[in-house]
């Protein structure tokens, strides 16, 4: 197979695409290529117009990933190769067929020359992409909640998972998992100093504690049945087609407890308001769907008190996206914190870690 792997815009040429048509269709010819929109953010995302002979077949619109350029991104992004891990959960994880995810038009990484990502662009086929700000209704959740339920039961504690996906939990994940520990209190102080008025002065002692004790409260939110999870399920890194989800940026996924993801969904995607009247509607609902893909034992009750805990990490999320800055709008980001910050208090999440 041709390598596409490339490093920078400029380099998004004819011959390049057409080495990536020809991982599909040998005779499929590419005579122009026209890059539409450059996003540096987490990584460097492209939005780029072939012009081909087949596009009844092939689509021409695709969306690039490449690592970041900005130095903060690379600092937080590199070292545990996260682009590198969506390149192998799109070569390499089976879901459900009912989660949908974009069409992979190639994705190649290699060890010291960087990842490359080359999916169908979502917007070429009438799909609308979602932002980070959004505010989703309750239908809109729910539909959500029973996609993550399908895909959580469908890794729910099988017994292939360390075999079959155990470069998920190898030497990469425990390098991000250290980083996260040691960059865990400069950056939670700086993102609550950046943050301002938008985190109540009694949350930053409890946040900053937590964060000193990152590594033993990881252990706590970890102690339950594990699953595949995609770790970074915000409005920002969906798509819709029909009023049905679909999921983007699988840059995090990894081992855990599924009811961290319905924690971190709710506490980005919903109003306060919304929110505090639904969730425990919804993680009923998300218990329902478990039980229907043949989960057992499954207790909607210990199910809410794990949520309540796991609250902590979307707070956590948002406020040290914001330290690290460049990786959201800042609009996006104030907007996610107080979303975040409001199921903090709602719940007082930060007691109900024993640390």
């Known amino acids: 197979m041709s390598s596409i792997l490339v490093s920078k815009p400029s380099e998004l040429n004819i011959d390049w695409a057409q080495r990536v048509v020809n991982q599909h269709y040998s005779n499929i010819v590419v005579s122009d290529v026209n890059i539409v929109s450059v996003d540096i953010g987490t990584t460097t995302r492209i939005r780029v117009k072939t ?19 900005t130095w903060r991104a690379k600092i937080i992004t590199a070292l545990p190769r996260l682009l590198h891990t969506e390149v192998r959960f799109y070569n390499e994880v089976n879901g459900p067929a009912s989660i949908i995810t974009p069409r992979s038009l190639g994705a190649q990484s290699k060890f010291g020359s960087g990842a490359t990502l080359v999916l169908a662009d979502m917007t070429d086929i009438d799909f609308i992409l979602g932002e980070p700000s959004d505010v989703l209704t309750f239908a809109q959740a729910a539909s959500v909640v029973e996609q993550m339920a399908n895909f959580h039961a469908h890794f729910w504690n099988n017994i292939h998972l360390d075999h079959t996906y155990r470069w998920l939990d190898g030497p990469v994940r425990r390098l991000e998992d250290f980083l996260g520990t040691a960059l865990a209190v400069p950056l939670m102080k700086r993102g609550l100093r950046k943050a301002g008025g938008f985190v109540p002065a009694k949350l930053h002692s409890q946040a900053v504690h937590y964060a000193r004790n990152r590594k033993k409260a990881m252990r706590f939110l970890n102690s339950a049945p594990q699953t595949l999870v995609h770790h970074d399920c915000h409005p920002g890194n969906l798509f ?5 989800p679909g999921f983007l940026d699988w840059q995090l996924v990894r081992f855990g407890e599924g009811i961290s993801d319905i924690a971190y969904f709710l506490s980005t ?15 009923t609902l998300y218990a329902q769907n478990l039980q ?3 989960i057992r034992d499954v207790d909607v009750k210990i ?19 914001l330290g690290i800055g460049g990786m959201m709008s800042l609009e996006s980001n104030y907007e996610l914190i107080s979303r975040t910050v409001a199921s903090v208090l709602d719940h007082d999440s930060f007691a109900r870690i024993p640390i």
């Open 51 to 69: 012009k081909h002979n087949a596009p009844d077949i092939f689509p021409e619109q695709w969306f690039v990933k490449l690592p970041s350029t």
């Open 240 to 244: 819709w087609h029909k009023s049905k």
């Open 269 to 283: 995607s919903l109003d306060p308001k919304v929110r505090r009247e639904h969730e425990v509607d919804l993680i």
């Open 292 to 294: 229907a893909n043949g």
């Open 303 to 321: 199910l809410l008190d794990r949520y309540r805990a796991h609250l902590i990490y979307s707070f956590e999320a948002m406020i040290l996206t």
